[in-house]
């Protein structure tokens, strides 16, 4: 900053006191590294106590006292002339902002960073988050969930009981493929939903007994629960819970308030690739559970056929299937793995 | 304060529209670096953002030759929105797991909510100034307890009856407590004039309902006669389409109608406001926004920004009584600059 001379710009505008909302018509000039106000209001300060506004297009910058007061130009264009002559800078912020090429990197960067961190890094903290969350708390989040499903959707179960043994026994006796396999609660419930099998982050899987009796194979049966149980050793339902917060985060910030019609369409979009990738990294558990224990994959391809068989059947899908992989994908990597 | 009006010639008011002088590829530029920084910081730069975002909406937006001014202290700003997150993720979070455990936190924010509002109109408001004076808010706690929480109760109470009357008095307690510098907003739209506006609208929804029902009976009868089916359920999605366009068209007027009741009814010491918003206006400007937004991917959001708010700016005018140039700052005002006093008081902001 050029200390000792007077600068040869002065602006004209008007100053307001902090006291009333009068303009008082003033000068401005720099002297001695001061900022000297002349006219219906006299001072005078040095400059590094003075705030400036940010550089815009169209906005005049004002100067802001340490008292409050303003000082506001008339005419934008001398204004800047003056700070240009105290050699004034702006903050790097300021200038990528009023620069074009630096906008179009931070769009590109914005882009790689967004995608980076959703195919990415998300997935792997959420993974690790899950892990080191102790089980018990997850547990207990998920402890009341079955009752109010039981109260909605669910009646008892009409398996006879010794069947329901017997399929319990069947699964118990199977070796988990890794070590560290959850505790896990077998729960048999008669559905208003049709087929359906899901885990609760409680550690309940439950089975219906349209599901039961649509297999008709109590090794597909068994698939199913190994399936499950996957969900439940990738902590899957905590992960996705996860992922959902930080993209809904990640909407919020960058949708702002443009709206939740604009906004809620993306989220369940963005959604649906980690759904695809839960049921697939359960898919995996499961054949892997099934090798392990010297069980044809044939039995899980029926599984799969038979959900195929649902899929066609009904147009619409079964709720069953509307957040997994269409069967004849999921039966066409199964088939992959298995060569 | 009044002695400082009475001075006033009481001649014709001179009308002084706001302008607005932000534009969309300036915004954008300020948006996407910013956003840029948000993301990287997790979020955490996002309060400085929001801070040169108002100041750059602020700067821009001129009343009688003067711009206004935003003073937000970031670090305020970042402190609501840690608590919103905590408050509102663990509302969700719990609502999620456990039914009663949800209720209780339901409770929580329910009784949290109005102090956060009333904190928040106190930050906003503290923090915006014109002229070198700062706005305020004085409204008491216990009052914001009973607009924010017991009046909207009564609305639930009253199947929706009470909504005008509720509308009114939150609208009432928001300008009557809100001032600049030592001089109080006042509002004089009554009950009434709310009643008759939503039972305007009633009717026209239910004489709208009506007409579409029995054109939905007529035209898919038609259409059934001479193209069976397919032509039935076309005649039925254009009467979606018509429908969703109509109940769009309704909510779009009635926010017009209202916003302009409620301003051409507030007054600032003796100067009033003029507000012109009208339906088409506001569906214009909506439809093409959303539109864009949809067909830009999300680009346009900067501009959509900036068009919304010149519009609802620049259809708001004030009418000077005599001079602006006579109010005076409120006592304690000035002292609190610049982080001290009221400003850290009211140090919390939960609007985004």
Known sequence: MDGGATLGTAVAGRYYDGVTSRAHRVVLRVRD???????????????????VSERSTHAPRKLT?????????DDRRVMDALLHETGHRDSTVVGMQQSWRAVLFSLVALVVV??????????????????????????????????????QVFKPTKLPASRRAELAQAFAQLAPPEDGAPPYRLVFRR????????????????????????????????????????????????????????????ITVVVGDAGSLVAGLPAMALDMHYSRDAEQEADDYAAAMLHQNGIPLAHMERLFTTLEGLEKEHGTMPAYLASHPPSAERLARLRERAR | ????????????????????????????????????????????????????????????????GSTFEYHGNPMAILKGRIAAIVLFGG???????SLPFGLVMMAVVAAVMPWLVWKSLQFSLHNSSYRGIRFGFRGSLGSAYLHYLVLPIVSVITLGFGTPFVHQRLKRYQHTESRYGGTHFSFDATVGDFYKTYAVFLGLIVAGSFALGIAAAVFGGVAAVLSGAAGASGAVFLLIIVSYAFFLCVGWALMAVLQNLIWNHTQLGTHRFKSTMTW?????????????????????????????????????????????????????????????????????????
């Open chain 1, 33 to 51: 590294g001061h900022a000297c106000l002349e006219g219906e209001a006299e001072r005078s300060a040095p400059l590094n106590e003075i705030r």
């Open chain 1, 65 to 73: 006292f340490a008292d409050d007061t303003v000082f506001e130009p």
């Open chain 1, 114 to 151: 967004l995608a980076v961190g959703y195919l990415f890094a998300l997935p792997a903290g959420a993974k690790l988050v899950a892990r080191m969350l102790p089980a018990t708390v997850e547990r207990q989040l998920g402890d009341g969930v079955l009752d109010v499903l039981d109260r």
């Open chain 1, 191 to 250: 559905s208003r939903i049709g087929p359906n099998a899901f885990a609760l982050p409680s550690g309940d899987i439950v089975l219906t007994d349209e599901l039961v009796n649509l297999l008709e194979d109590d090794k597909a049966v068994l698939a199913t629960l190994a399936h499950e149980l996957g969900h439940l050793h990738e902590r899957h339902m905590t992960r996705r819970l996860i992922q959902g917060s930080v993209v809904a985060a990640a």
């Open chain 2, 1 to 64: 304060m009044s002695a400082v009006f009475e001075k006033a010639v009481p001649a014709a008011p001179t009308e002084e529209r706001i302008t607005f002088s932000a534009t969309g590829s300036e915004y954008f530029r300020i948006w996407i670096v910013n956003l840029l920084l948000s993301i990287v910081t997790l979020g955490i730069y996002s309060a400085w953002a929001k801070v040169r975002r108002n100041q750059y909406f602020y700067a821009n937006t001129k009343l009688a």
């Open chain 2, 91 to 97: 509302y969700n979070l719990a609502l999620r797991y």
């Open chain 2, 280 to 352: 088409s206006g506001l569906a214009g400007l909506y439809m093409t926004n959303t539109l864009a937004i949809i067909f830009t991917l999300g680009l346009f959001i900067p501009f959509a920004h900036v068009r919304a708010l010149r519009y609802r700016l620049e259809s708001t005018a004030m009418l000077v009584n005599g001079s602006l140039d006579d109010v005076v700052a409120n006592k304690g005002d000035a002292v609190s600059a610049f982080g001290e006093g009221a400003a850290d008081l009211a140090g919390f902001d939960l609007s985004l």
